[in-house]
């Protein structure tokens, strides 16, 4: 009998299933690349984020990780996995042709179609509890778009805004007569989130709020496997944060590689965004995991930390080129830090933030995932490759620029640009632009100069032709992406007929 019961036990031990991970999603807003410290060489050294930059030491960077270039369209690829030519969801308005515009718009969608799966939804199946604490941008709180409806049973924060603002925030705070829209009212709520309900704390800053109720929210659900789903506001506009966090750079020293770092009071939204995360790393590193007695539950969450798209012009991305809305590097990459067990270092690998619905969906077992443009990140972690691919972009609308598609493979890169900023440069509706971005000039060396979409000459542009043979390969590559995902390209104005690429 004895030995009966040793039997079981072994045969037990042997199927029993592993345990779920947790999963923590901090997303930050408008961060730039080198807004924190650690992070890499060119990380800056004004901002101060210590937790951070013990963070990127402790865990594993991804330097050339991919977004879109504004707010919705990346909350919208982490969330589904797909691209926007997909979902629909190219920027955050309803962007305006005209007279100058050389090509018509296409319809931008404000609000993600309950067609696409989330991760949340998929996450909710398999047992696991699921919170939404911050800005949502995808659609309105309270419809079949908020995220109460999109597999989040605790939300707090969402809405369809993208930043504080409306109603009568607090002017007393400890901001003074600074203080607002960052800042909550003389009950404690923030009259632009109604679903952010008053606590009592006249002048409380948002970000604090926030982090409180995912602190609550993870204590909710830890007895069971939770994915809380952390966006920030901060750092978006408008720039105010505690004097506390001001006060942390009044003698600070200025970055020579960094002269846009340099406004306090942004520096402190950074530094604010910092404490936050510091709060969520100690809940999770000093609270016992319910599911496995005697462990804290660190030691079974898989914490990302990310930012949704490039810095604005009130910092700097040197040495990237670019800003947050346009498609160059500062705006479009951004720090992506992972912690998960012991997995420590980093990649130069690309990655991009459609494959966060394939990578928690392998992590957390699930089944059968939906069609996705991403792949698991998993290997990468484990010192392993993944298949060179392309990473993809394409916005057929107008935001701080022309309409253009880009495609990232190994060391290179393709802009194609849809509307010529100079109408005498080049003779039809656009140009190509190709970067070496492993290349000391990076973006600020248009190997492809001259190449006119109309009539390209590429005998002319190259004169290297291993540069003329990956530009073809890449340009192909593209034209196949948008016929694969049928994305609508821009139009011509006379005709109402979408531009023609050339046919490689």
Known sequence: MKRLLLFLLLITSVVAKPLTPNIVFILTD?????????????????????VLKKLAAEGFCFQRAYVEPVCSPTRADILTGLYPTRHHMYTVTDPKDSAKHQLGRRKNERQLDTKFTTISELLSKQGYRCAQIGKWHLGKAGTDTGPKARGFEITYGGSSQGMPGGGKSSTTGPQGPKGG????????SFPFLANLPANGKKGQYLTDRLTDEALKAMEVMKAEPFFLYFPHYGVHAPVQAPQSDIDLYK???????HPGHKNADYAGMVSSIDRSVERVVKYLEETEDPRSPGKKLIENTFLVFMSDNGATSRTDNLPLVGKKATPYEGGVRVPLIIKWKDYRGGTETPVHAVDFFATIGELCGVKSLPETDGVSILPLLEGKEIEERGLFRHQPVHVSGAPSSTIIKGRYKLLLQYNSPDSKKYLGYGHYEFYDLESPEGEQLNLAEGLDLAAPA???AFKNKQHKEVFLQLAKELNQWLADTDAALPYEKGTKKPVKLPKW
């Open 458 to 460: 590429l005998d002319q």
């Open 251 to 257: 003698n600070q020293k200025k970055d020579p590689k």
């Open 181 to 188: 829209k960052y800042w909550a009212a003389e009950d404690g």
């Open 30 to 50: 408008d961060q730039g690349w080198t807004d924190l410290e650690g992070f890499n060489e060119y990380s800056s050294k004004y901002y101060q984020t210590p």
